[in-house]
């Protein structure tokens, strides 16, 4: 059952793609940003594969997706924003949008802040959902469309940039699918740390030279 499950949804994530090219993709990581469960692990190695036969470029499928997952993002935003944690939790399900989900994004948003947004973009299932917490709790908006852009990008490169190398065996993805979510986001949040340790790091530097 499942397994027919995915095969429809690869049918129709590759379709999209195929039939409208960098919208199509731009499209369905709106959908996936916006808590509609259509798997950026099936999204992105399929949009390498294009780019490994020539059709899509690399950077601009990046970008494509990015873009997609920003636009889903503000929506998400929004709704928490306006709606707040009731309406999100009495009228999430009709989303596609789980309690327990909006839980785990809650707790994630509340021990890391602001800065929630930019990792949680690289870890699966609470990238997600990590926008609907940060609208509850009204985030600055220039702050959080800039750290979940710059957030998207790390993620849609690594999954679009494997599905590149593996090319017409992208599909193997799926197989391993869970595994590599965990490697890659590790991978990508341990980076974006350091990059956010030596930030300030810099700055206390700077604070006390002065």
Known sequence: ?????????????????????????????????ACIPIPSEIIMPFSGFLVSAGKFNLILVTLAAAFGNLTGAVITYLIGYYGGRPFVIKYGRYFFVKEKEVHHAEKFFERWGEFAV????????????????????????????????????????????????????????????DILDIIVGIGIVIFIGKVIWDYFQDKNGEKWAQ
């Open 118 to 177: 930019l990792i949680a973009r690289n870890l699966p299932i609470v990238r997600t959902f990590i926008s609907l917490p940060a609208g509850v709790a009204e985030m600055n908006f220039i702050k959080f469309a800039i750290y979940s852009f710059v957030g998207s990008l790390p993620w849609c490169f690594a999954l679009a940039y494997i599905g590149y190398l593996l090319g017409a065996n992208w599909m193997v993805i799926r197989r391993y699918g």
């Open 1 to 33: 059952m499942i397994a027919h499950l995915i095969g429809i949804l690869v049918h129709f994530v590759t379709g999209t793609i195929s039939a409208v090219g960098y919208f199509g993709v731009f499209s369905l990581m709106v959908l996936e940003s």
